[in-house]
């Protein structure tokens, strides 16, 4: 019953999360205002930053380098 449809998932995002951008390859993670303030490895608040191969996990830990 549920082959051949379409599913929508709602995610509950937070807001100013800007990790759609980020993964579209349109900002880099610095230039998400959540990014190293509100959104850290230790207290993520989006996609990007929850896993440690997450784009904005990696520029946390790598920035600078």
């Known amino acids: 019953e549920m082959y051949g449809k379409n599913l929508t998932f709602k995610t509950g995002g937070v807001d100013g ?15 998400c205002p959540l990014f190293g303030k509100v959104c ?4 993520p608040t989006g996609p990007c930053m929850v896993s440690t191969e997450g784009s904005c ?5 790598y920035r600078g380098a």
């Open 17 to 31: 999360c800007r990790c759609g951008d980020i993964l579209r390859g349109a900002l880099t993670p610095d230039k």
């Open 40 to 43: 850290t490895p230790q207290n």
């Open 57 to 61: 996990a990696a520029w946390y830990r």
